[in-house]
């Protein structure tokens, strides 16, 4: 069995049928929205901070949303493996009362989002520089009552099933980056973009602004330094991410839970949308193998729904047990990215978009 696939854009691809794949090729780090998924990449991030990033020569931007966001924020830590174990430990042993509210959960995260930030993040002189991606909402879905956030969110997912253009009048994107971040970005999208400063005053805002999930957890309201608003999920706007990340001189490297590419959160049971390949050109995603997955409890990678599934003792027993399997992951990429056969492994990335 091969625990883990590698897919490349036409240009990545080409890079690495000619040099292979090395920490001095990266410029970016890409971290997906997707909760409790994460769980299938504990150990692969551990590999990737201790192995990889203490060997990229120059500035890497870490840009992410939601879970995404809280993994590359432990990625810039100064000692990013421990911030790694925090944030994994923390996120496992959640636990609320039955049918907590949005306060109660955002009562726990707050606590979650403190056992591993590092305000020293926000104006760090280390070359990681930290691009943490929220979204601020517009119109009714502002609201913070549970019942209107509900109709408006329907209405929005209604919308956007006609068409991604309507998802603007609802949402801004909002990028808060560390002193010195430069993103290798071609050409915004549709979406109105707002590149605002990290600060020590605003970082834990931000980091719980991108995993605000709508109805389930509070938004964030007139975050430091940023346009005024409510402030959501980044996942809302970019889930698995639909834009032209190209660095001049880099690649970016993206691991990610699975073979599935997808714009923005309401894409996500679209069957027929999907992200521009062109988009990818300059990544390489790292994920683990339908194979590797069967093998998983339940055969599948961790969701929220395990929250309902299972009681919190179920729970952490199973997402233990993934936790322990990916280790494989980890392995598996060490002996791949330092084969001589590794290029006849990488697939295009057009496989599965």
Known sequence: MQPLHVYAGQHALKHIQNHGLKPADISAILGASGGPKWFVLTHLDRYIAQEWLPNIPHQVELIGSSIGAWRMSAYANPNPVDAIAKLEQGYLHQDYSDNADAREITHHIHALLDSFIDESLSHNQSSRKLNIVAAISRGMTKHEQTHIQAAAFAGVAL???????????????????????????EKWDQFKTHQVPLRADNIRQALHATGSIPVVIEGVKNPAHAPIGMYRDGGMVDYHFDLPIKPQNGLVLYPHFAPLLKPGWFDKALPWRHVNADNYSHTVVVCPSAEFIAQLPNQKIPDRNDFKKHRTSERIEVWKEVIEKNKMLADAFHNMVNSPNFADTVKPITEFI
């Open 159 to 185: 919308a956007n099933m006609i068409s991604r253009k309507t998802l603007p009048l609802w949402f801004e994107r909002v990028i808060f980056q560390s002193t010195g971040a430069q993103l290798p970005i």
